[in-house]
C-alpha cells in the first residue's frame, strides 16, 4: 500500500497510465506494440506537467501547502524537488532522442498543456491561468490527453493510417478522459464555487454532472464496439467492453467513491487499466492464432 501511495503521490502513476495508453494506441493502429523514445517523452512530460502543475500551486498560494491534497508533498519536500528536477532532466533527454515530426506534433498540445498550469497574466483578482477559463478545464484536459496518446504514435508510424480512424479514436479517447474528469470538478464544487470558477457540476449540479459521465461513457462503448467492429478487431471489443463497465462501477460506487484513493487511485487507474487490458487481449490473441 505504501508504495502503491508513493506512485500515485509522485505522479508516477499516472505517467505510466499515459504511457500504457500510448501503447494501446499502437494496438489500435494494427501495429506491433514497442518501446519508442516518445514513450519516454511521454511519461517524463506528463510527469514534469503534473508536478509543476502542483509546484506552482504550492509557490502562488502558500495555503496549499496544508491542504490535503499536497500532505504529500509537505511531508516530502525534498524528495519532491528532487523529483521535478529528475523529470525535467529524462524530459530534456527524451527530446533529443524524439523525431522531429514528434517534437512538431506535441509543441502546441505542450504549449496548451503548460499554460494550463503556469501563470500567463496578473490580473486585479490574481495570478491568471488557462484553466480558470469557465467551463475549459477538463474540456482542456481530456483533448491533451486523446491527441498526445493517440497523435504521437500515428506521426512515428510509418504505415499509411486512414484520417477516420484517428479521428475516431481521439473522439472516442475524449469521451472516456471526459467521463473520468467530470467526477474531479464535483469533488471540487466548494472550492471552484469559492474561487467563482465556473464548471459543470456547479452550473448543473452534481447528480446531473455524475449522469453526463455515465451517458459520455456509454457514447464510448458504443463508438468502440462500431469502431472495431467495422475494422474487424474484436478483441479490442472486449477490452473495451471490460474497461466500461470496470469504469462504470466505480463512477456509481457510493462505497469505492468513499475510498481515500478513489480520485488519483480508481478514476486515474481506468486509464492505467484500459491500457493494460487492450494490451493484454492482444496478447492472448496474438498466442490463440499462434497455437490455431
Known amino acids: 500500500m505504501k508504495l502503491i501511495k508513493l506512485l500515485i503521490n509522485s505522479n508516477i502513476y499516472i505517467s505510466l497510465a499515459a504511457v500504457a495508453l500510448t501503447v494501446s494506441t499502437q494496438i489500435q493502429l494494427g501495429l506491433k506494440?514497442?518501446?519508442?523514445?516518445?514513450?519516454?517523452?511521454?511519461?517524463?512530460?506528463?510527469?514534469?506537467?503534473?508536478n509543476l502543475h502542483r509546484l506552482i500551486t504550492i509557490l502562488t498560494h502558500s495555503e496549499a501547502i496544508n491542504s490535503e491534497k499536497h500532505s504529500w508533498v509537505k511531508k516530502n519536500s525534498i524528495w519532491f524537488y528532487v523529483?521535478?528536477?529528475?523529470?525535467?532532466?529524462?524530459?530534456?533527454?527524451?527530446?533529443?532522442?524524439?523525431k522531429v515530426s514528434v517534437l512538431l506534433t506535441l509543441a502546441p498540445i505542450a504549449g496548451l498543456t503548460l499554460f494550463y498550469s503556469t501563470p500567463i497574466t496578473k490580473t486585479a483578482n490574481g495570478i491568471f491561468r488557462l484553466r480558470q477559463i469557465p467551463y475549459l478545464k477538463?474540456?482542456?484536459?481530456?483533448?491533451?490527453?486523446?491527441?498526445?496518446?493517440?497523435?504521437?504514435?500515428?506521426?512515428?508510424?510509418?504505415?499509411?493510417?486512414?484520417?477516420?480512424?484517428?479521428?475516431?479514436?481521439?473522439?472516442?479517447?475524449f469521451l472516456f478522459v471526459l467521463a473520468i474528469t467530470i467526477p474531479f470538478d464535483i469533488r471540487d464544487v466548494e472550492d471552484d464555487s469559492k474561487t467563482e470558477l465556473?464548471?459543470?457540476?456547479?452550473?448543473?449540479?452534481?447528480?446531473?454532472?455524475?449522469?453526463?459521465?455515465?451517458v459520455l461513457m456509454t457514447l464510448f462503448l458504443i463508438l468502440t464496439i462500431i469502431h472495431y467492429t467495422i475494422a474487424s478487431q474484436s478483441f479490442l471489443i472486449i477490452a473495451y467492453v471490460i474497461s466500461f463497465l470496470t469504469t462504470l462501477f466505480f463512477l456509481i460506487s457510493k462505497k469505492i467513491q468513499n475510498l481515500t484513493l478513489y480520485y488519483y487511485g480508481f478514476l486515474d487507474g481506468t486509464m492505467f487499466l484500459q491500457g493494460i487490458l487492450v494490451l493484454l487481449?492482444?496478447?492472448?490473441?496474438?498466442n490463440f492464432n499462434q497455437y490455431a
Open 138 to 173: 477538463i474540456f482542456l484536459i481530456a483533448f491533451v490527453w486523446s491527441t498526445i496518446t493517440i497523435l504521437l504514435p500515428v506521426i512515428h508510424s510509418e504505415n499509411k493510417i486512414e484520417d477516420w480512424r484517428v479521428t475516431t479514436m481521439i473522439i472516442e479517447r
Open 83 to 98: 523529483l521535478v528536477i529528475c523529470s525535467i532532466i529524462g524530459f530534456l533527454i527524451s527530446v533529443f532522442q524524439a
Open 281 to 286: 487481449f492482444y496478447i492472448i490473441k496474438q
Open 33 to 50: 506494440p514497442q518501446w519508442h523514445p516518445y514513450l519516454f517523452l511521454i511519461f517524463f512530460a506528463t510527469l514534469f506537467e503534473y
Open 198 to 214: 465556473k464548471t459543470i457540476p456547479l452550473k448543473i449540479g452534481k447528480n446531473k454532472s455524475l449522469k453526463l459521465s455515465i
